[in-house]
């Protein structure tokens, strides 16, 4: 499990990207952080991973607290960042350098990763392109199998069809004993992917709850009109009316969309945690 207690975190001490954030995340779920660009998605990824600091509060992953980057807690953790720099070694070169790091990597499974993502193995890893370096990164963390997998903007780079892949190949990775976390801006990437949100925003978590919860409270819908309809929690024109984020007061599926989700969140941050009874 990592466990962020009470956590405070800033580059400048006058003014913190995040205060008194506390979150837990259990293993056996793949988890979407989301959040604006600025809102501390990353900082707080490198506090996990023990690159950067709290200022104030404790994180502990799996027992380890991360500052103190113990072989232990780095053998079974492994950080796609968003920018990545890659050695000017080829593939073979690459496996033969980190892989004993991680206990239990797979080989075998790496280099269907690669296939799957159509990755030539003899080139230079400096003279691929953007998108085939982030391919190559994300496949070898997948393939560590560490408990703790944490990827920062993982989709930058990938076009569409390799989106879809990115999603097919992570859901298939997850495990009961594993925890994935996925930080985006680009929220629609993880659509039928993620089961849990975060949403972070004004230096605290506005909302965290599983994919069934959010459903449970609220419906995603179409109406004609929002006049006079005080279900409404968030609406934008459309084709057919307006589409709409509302009380789910008749207990009604609806598939969550995250998109709306987030702007119905970032637009009505109080009446949204009014209905999921956050302080």
Same mark, same amino acid.
């Given at each position: 499990m990592?466990?962020v #207690?009470?956590?405070s &975190?800033g580059?400048?001490?006058?003014k913190?990207?995040f205060?008194n954030?506390s979150?837990?995340?259990h293993?056996?779920h793949?988890?979407? @952080? ?5 809102a501390g998605?990353?900082?707080?990824l490198?506090?996990m991973?023990?690159?950067l600091?709290p200022?104030?509060?404790k *994180?502990e /992953?799996n027992?380890?607290e ?6 232990a807690f780095l ?6 960042p968003?920018?990545?720099?890659l050695p000017?070694?080829?593939v073979?070169k ?10 239990? &990597?797979?080989?075998a499974?790496f280099r269907?990763y690669l296939q799957? &993502?159509?990755?030539p193995?003899?080139?230079m890893?400096?003279d691929?392109?953007?998108?085939q370096?982030?391919?190559i ?8 199998n560490?408990k703790?997998?944490i990827m920062?903007e993982?989709t930058?780079?990938? #076009? ?5 892949? &990115?999603r097919?190949?992570v859901?298939a990775?997850?495990d009961?004993?594993r925890?994935?976390?996925i930080?985006?801006h680009?929220v ?8 849990s949100?975060i949403?972070?925003? #004004?230096?605290k978590i506005l ?6 919860t959010?459903?449970e409270?609220?419906?995603f819908a179409t109406l /004609?009109t929002?006049e006079?309809d005080s279900?409404?929690?968030y609406s934008?024109?459309? @084709?057919?009316?307006?589409? /709409? /984020?509302?009380e789910?007061?008749?207990q009604?599926d609806s ?5 709306r @989700?987030f702007?119905a ?6 009446r949204?945690r009014? *209905?999921?009874?956050?302080?």
């Open positions: 990592i466990h #207690d009470s956590v &975190f580059y400048n001490p006058k913190l990207l205060e954030l979150v837990k995340l293993p056996g793949i988890y979407g @952080l989301l959040g604006k660009n600025g998605k990353s900082s707080l490198r506090n991973a023990g690159l600091f200022t104030a509060g *994180i /992953v027992g380890y991360p500052r103190k980057r113990q072989p053998q079974d953790f492994f950080l796609i968003e920018e990545i720099y000017a070694v080829t073979e690459y496996i033969a350098t980190l892989a004993p790091f991680y206990p239990k &990597f797979n080989e499974q269907g799957e &993502f159509e990755i193995e003899g080139n890893i400096t691929l392109s953007y998108g370096k982030k391919k990164l994300i496949g070898f963390g997948l393939a560590t560490t703790y997998l920062d993982p930058n780079g990938l #076009d569409i069809p390799c989106k879809a892949q &990115f097919k190949l859901s990775a997850l009961a004993h925890v994935i976390l930080s985006t680009q629609r990437d993880l659509d039928n992917l993620i089961d949100i949403i972070l925003e #004004d230096s909302l965290h709850h599983s994919l069934d959010i459903s409270k609220l419906r /004609v929002t006079d279900r409404v929690v934008e024109p459309s @084709l057919k009316g307006y589409t /709409v /984020v509302m789910n007061w008749e009604e598939r969550v969309d995250l998109e @989700l702007n969140v970032m637009n009505n941050p109080g949204i009014k *209905i999921f009874h956050e302080p």
